[in-house]
């Protein structure tokens, strides 16, 4: 049965048209820099935003209607979301979801039955699958959202927490197993905390950490290939979480010897909470070797939370998009952690804005592009580093020099003379005529 009556495929009509529920700029079949472009951006839509969210906030009730005509909290509401979802991606030619175990089923009391309700909607999911180019991105627990979480699930004080934890994460594992799931995620969303007076920072981190060990060596052990990704986030909704940016969990990750089976998950309103740009975190993971997937999504400069808002300023998508290509592309995909703004509460609604993100990425796409054809920016920042080219720039790079023999070469040299210039104007108008000349 259709549910979204009315909406028919979305397609691509390029840059004029007047279709609201068009593509103007993402043409699945144009190839960009040698692929095409629905390999460059493996969309995912995320079940919790698209499916489950109706708009609620501190202050009101929801405006959206999720209830895809059954009674909210049921397995018939769980199989409705499903047959939703798979009309909506096929829609709009979405290759991947990514989900947390309750957005999936509605969580009973005992673990046990809700365990069996993901047994069953797996089932279902997998039926759909089947007949579709439609796979699983990444799959995840809910350790934020059940009051036995307030202190975190591996930071928790609690051992029976703890336990809970784990218990969800290896049916989390299982169910994204079973539905073939490129990626497993720890967002940590309780993982850190209000106040050093009442917490053990190292005993958290050290058993956050074995938790993620517990979760690797069983995942390995039920045939998991894929990757492991923390995704950080500085605040919200603790006052300091321990996954601060990427800077920060890869430190982590190193540390705890987790790095041969975890990646980063990068989240844009993340990396703005922490006081960061999308594209410096991207940057971040993939000097590291770590850059595996992006949430996408955008937050409001004037507001302070995680307003995942769909991505809409093109200038990040383009520094995006840069940093992903000259990392060689995600092994994960795009994953739409948005939402849309609570006016915004209709069928229509949900799909423009997927349109509305998924043509702001391809024009940031398109864009890149032209800033690697063109070079000129490519090559101002190879000759800002020239210097260490020969002479004494490349002996330093090479190992060959000591600190007595660099003193002695600095007292002979006098004052050495300014750097080169940043040619930041010149180089952000080369980006401007780049984008709109
Ligand atoms: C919340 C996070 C969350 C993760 C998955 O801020 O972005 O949605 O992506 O748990
Ligand atoms: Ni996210
Ligand atoms: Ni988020």
């Known amino acids: ?65 999720k209830s895809f005509g059954e009674k909210y909290g049921t397995m018939e509401h769980a199989r409705a979301k499903v047959d939703a979802g798979f009309e909506f991606m096929q829609k709009l030619g979405i290759k991947y979801f990514c989900f947390h175990d309750v957005d999936l089923v509605p969580e009973a009391d005992d ?5 069996a309700r993901l047994d069953e909607i797996s089932d279902y999911i997998l039926e759909k699958m089947k007949g579709t180019d439609i796979k699983c991105l990444w799959g995840t627990a809910n350790m934020f959202g059940n ?30 197993v079973k539905l073939g799931g490129k990626g497993y995620v720890f967002w940590g969303g309780r993982e850190g ?5 009442n917490t053990d920072v190292k005993f958290e981190l050290d058993n956050i950490a074995r938790l993620m060990h517990l979760a690797v060596d069983y995942g390995r052990s039920i045939g998991f290939k894929g990757d492991f990704y923390i995704e950080p986030k500085p605040k919200e ?5 321990y996954d601060f940016d990427a800077a920060t969990a890869i430190g982590f990750i190193k540390n705890y010897g987790l790095d041969k089976d975890f990646k980063l ?71 739409f952690d948005a939402k849309t703004r609570r006016p915004s509460y209709t069928y229509e609604d949900m799909f423009a804005a997927y349109v509305l993100g998924m043509d702001t990425f391809a024009l940031g796409l398109i864009n890149a592009e032209k800033i690697i054809k063109d070079g000129r920016i490519e090559l101002s920042r190879k000759q800002r580093y020239s210097s260490f080219a020969d002479g004494i ?45």
């Open 265 to 335: 998950n990068i989240e844009a309103n993340h990396a703005t909470l922490a006081g960061h740009t999308f594209e410096h975190d991207l940057r971040i993971a993939a000097i590291n070797g770590m850059l595996g997937s992006i949430d996408a999504n955008q937050g409001d400069p004037h507001l302070g939370w995680d307003t995942d808002e769909f991505p809409f300023d093109v200038y990040t998508s383009t520094m995006s998009m840069l940093e992903i290509i000259n990392a060689g592309g995600l092994t994960g995909g795009i994953n």
């Open 237 to 241: 909704p603790m006052k300091h979480q």
């Open 111 to 115: 673990i046990k039955v809700t365990n």
């Open 193 to 197: 905390y209000e106040t050093l007076l």
């Open 147 to 176: 009051p036995r979480y307030m202190n975190g699930a591996g930071s928790s004080n609690s051992a029976d927490v703890f336990c809970f934890a784990a218990a969800q994460v290896k049916k989390a594992l299982d169910i994204t």
């Open 393 to 437: 720039g490349r002996q330093i790079t090479e190992g060959k020099v000591t600190l007595e023999q660099l003193s002695a070469y600095a007292e002979k040299m006098g004052r050495p003379a300014l750097p080169g210039s940043g040619r930041q104007e010149q180089l952000q108008e080369i980006v401007n005529q780049l984008l709109f000349g």
């Open 1 to 65: 049965m259709e549910i979204f009556k009315g909406i028919k495929k979305i397609a691509y009509e390029g840059a004029q048209t007047k279709n609201a529920l068009a593509f103007r700029f993402y043409d699945p079949e144009r190839v960009v820099l040698g692929k095409k472009m629905s390999e460059h951006l493996p969309f995912a839509m995320a079940w919790w935003h698209n499916l489950c969210a109706e708009g609620t906030d501190m202050f009101g009730r929801g405006t959206a209607d």
